[in-house]
């Protein structure tokens, strides 16, 4: 089955320990992306990756940072995290299109996050 | 600044009725459009696009209709049934970029029995 795998899919932590939440894709896409959704502002996109190595910043970029060492895989590191990343965070994927843009993007199920 | 929003942050419809849901943008260079659905407890799920060389577009029981000279983007469901409660987002391009998207802060569709 052609998915977004996201893990874990409920976190709680404490102000500066540092976390990664895990994003997998098996529809062999170029192009992920990390969001976070926080009520009424709707998604706002973190970082994304075109392809392998290849990542830049979003609009919120700030206290996070990812990877892209392999194509289905792309992290997402809080190195030191802090109450005001308490978000529900999604990672998507989709391929590129040829013409310039991206294609639909596919979403995982969600990471919850709680930082005290 | 560039931003995409909605007219009604909620939106109760009969069962059985069709559903407008309404998209404002400000930039006129975004060129690509998109409606997502998000059902409760679930990552956003692709409904419909369209391209800003078209007007309407259909899918199946949607419809997504642009019109760019007043920059507003509305998306039609005919006969709205209960599966259709959730939240809808729309989401343009960044008109720099073709691999950001703007999205909107969402409008909820609460379907009445």
């Known amino acids: 089955e052609a998915q977004v795998t996201q893990n874990p899919r409920y976190l709680i932590t404490v102000t500066g320990k540092k976390l990664t939440v895990t994003c997998s894709q098996n529809m062999n896409h170029e192009y992920m992306s990390w969001y976070r959704q926080d009520p009424g502002l709707g998604l706002r996109q973190i970082y994304y990756?075109?392809?392998?190595?290849?990542?830049d910043k979003g609009d919120v970029p700030e206290g996070y940072k990812v990877s892209r060492k392999e194509k289905r895989n792309f992290p997402l590191i809080l190195e030191s995290p802090s109450p005001n990343q308490t978000s529900l965070y999604f990672c998507?994927?989709?391929?590129?299109?040829?013409?310039?843009?991206?294609?639909?993007?596919?979403f995982g199920p969600g990471t919850r996050l709680t930082v005290l | 600044g560039e931003s995409v929003g909605l007219h009604l942050p909620t939106l109760s419809v009969q069962e059985g009725d069709n559903s407008i849901i309404n998209c404002a943008y400000s930039?006129?260079?975004?060129?690509?459009f998109i409606w997502y659905k998000q059902e409760s407890g679930k990552g956003p799920q692709f409904i419909i696009d369209i391209r800003s060389n078209m007007d309407k577009r259909q899918g199946q029981r949607v419809t997504v209709l642009l019109n760019k000279t007043v920059k507003h983007l509305s998306l039609q469901i005919a006969a709205t049934q209960p599966g259709d409660s959730a939240v809808y987002f729309c989401?343009?391009?960044?008109?720099?970029?073709?691999?950001?998207?703007?999205w909107g802060a969402g409008t909820k569709l609460i379907i009445k029995p």
């Open positions: 998507a994927s989709s391929l590129l299109d040829l013409a310039g843009g991206q294609d639909t993007q596919y």
């Open positions: 990756s075109m392809n392998v190595e290849v990542t």
């Open positions: 989401a343009e391009n960044n008109g720099d970029s073709n691999y950001q998207l703007i």
């Open positions: 930039n006129s260079a975004s060129d690509y």
